[in-house]
Nanobody
């Protein structure tokens, strides 16, 4: 069973940048498609970005496209989310998730393993 741990969240001013990391243990990250989801207070969990198991395909929500970059390093069992030009609307808890069927899904219901989340707060 894969365990996922996020890090890198924090407080940043609008226009700033953060880099989130997701460390996996208990299994090979290369066996999974991966994604970053986010959930703001009072809102449903939504996908921000996803990446296929070898990193050949990526998906970005329209609201983050051009500002966020997802990447993975299977040799290190790590996944990343580089977030630039952050906006107050990006404020949320960000979750790392793994999907064992290896296809790039955008629904959180498809993901089997989740981290505990890391808070990102963007001030105006």
């Amino acid at each position: 069973q894969v365990q996922l741990v996020e890090s890198g969240g924090g407080l940043v001013q609008a226009g700033g940048s953060l880099r989130l990391s997701c460390a996996a243990s208990g299994g090979a990250l290369s066996d999974y498609a991966m994604a970053w989801f986010r959930q703001a207070p009072g809102k449903e969990r939504e996908i921000a970005a996803g990446i296929s198991w070898r990193g050949c395909r990526t998906y970005y929500a329209d609201v983050v496209k051009g500002r966020f970059t997802i990447s993975r390093d299977n040799a290190k069992n790590m996944m990343y989310l580089q977030m630039n030009s952050l906006k107050p609307a990006d404020t949320a808890v960000y979750y790392c998730a793994a999907d064992g069927d290896m296809s790039l899904n955008i629904s959180p219901d498809q993901y089997e393993y989740w981290g505990q989340g890391t808070q990102v707060t963007v001030s105006s």
